[in-house]
């Protein structure tokens, strides 16, 4: 059974980037100007939940932008390179106006979870609104994720 590039986790793939941009360890990494704590790059090599600026630089770093196609197959940088395009699948104004909006629904949510959380457990007539406030913060993070990779790759677009 041979082994693909889908079969291998993220974590691994980190690794595997690491030594071959010529870093032994993380340590070695660290001081040769990866922009990540040894002890971060160790918890990311490890399986932690990698933030996608800090996926980004390692890319960057390690020379190794197939980190980011490994990371997340639909995410706005592998469609923009899909699309042979070096921006974001999406405007920035477009980004914005999203995250803005999903903003303002989760100050509503807010106030509901706050009237939940005012006897310290979810009652069962409260079980749909606190279903939705999950799907609100579900957006919010989706859309703050694509905000930061957006404004990432907007920023290399102009640094010469």
Do not use: W
């Not at 980037?17 to 990311?44: C, F, L």
């Not at 800090?54 to 020379?63: I, K």
């Amino acid at each position: 059974m041979s082994v693909t590039k889908a079969d291998i986790s993220l974590a691994t793939c980190l690794t595997m980037a690491r030594k071959k941009a010529g870093y032994n360890s993380p340590y070695d990494a660290e001081r040769a100007g990866v922009p990540n704590t040894t002890r971060s790059i160790y918890r990311h090599e490890s399986g932690e939940t990698i933030p996608p600026d800090s996926l980004v630089s390692y890319a960057r770093s390690y020379d190794a932008p197939e980190l980011l196609i490994v990371a997340c197959n639909s995410c706005p940088v592998f469609l923009a390179q899909q699309n042979g395009r070096k921006n974001c699948s999406r405007p920035l104004a477009e980004v914005a106006v999203q995250l803005a909006n999903v903003l303002r629904r989760m100050d509503i949510a807010d106030s509901e979870l706050m009237q939940i959380a005012e006897d310290g457990r979810v009652r069962p007539d409260e079980v749909a609104i606190r279903d939705e406030i999950d799907a609100v913060l579900a957006d919010v993070i989706h859309a703050a994720q694509e905000a930061r990779l957006n404004l990432i790759i907007h920023e290399e677009e102009t640094t010469p």
